[in-house]
Nanobody, 115 residues
Framework: QVQLVESGGGLVQPGGSLRLSCAAS????????MGWYRQAPGKQRELVAG???????NYADSVRGRFTISRDNAKNTVNLQMNSLIPGDTAVYYC?????????WGQGTQVTVSS
């Protein structure tokens, strides 16, 4: 069983930056593929960025070049650095951990990009 807790969301102006963190407990995070997803009102949840247990990363086209995902296995954390934010990035952001058929989700953190 894995427990995930996100933090770092908030209100930011267009062009600004935020850093989201996901703290994991209950298991060895290094075994898991990790991802950040987001869900905007009225839209489906979508993958924003992922990082495998081996450190390979992938990004949604809409955020590539602006967002960076990283993991610190020693601290059992996964981070999402978000730069050059735009109003279209407004959503609830969720941390996800996946290992074989098992998936775990955090409770989500709100990111609002508005002037």
């Amino acid at each position: 069983q894995v427990q995930l807790v996100e933090s770092g969301g908030g209100l930011v102006q267009p062009g600004g930056s935020l850093r989201l963190s996901c703290a994991a407990s209950g298991s060895i995070l290094s075994l898991y593929d990790m991802g950040w997803y987001r869900q905007a009102p009225g839209k489906q949840r979508e993958l924003v960025a992922g990082i495998t247990s081996g450190g390979s990363t992938n990004y949604a086209d809409s955020v590539r070049g602006r967002f960076t995902i990283s993991r610190d296995n020693a601290k059992n954390t996964v981070n999402l650095q978000m730069n050059s934010l735009i109003p279209g990035d407004t959503a609830v952001y969720y941390c996800n951990a996946a290992l074989f058929a098992h998936q775990y989700w955090g409770q989500g953190t709100q990111v609002t990009v508005s002037s």
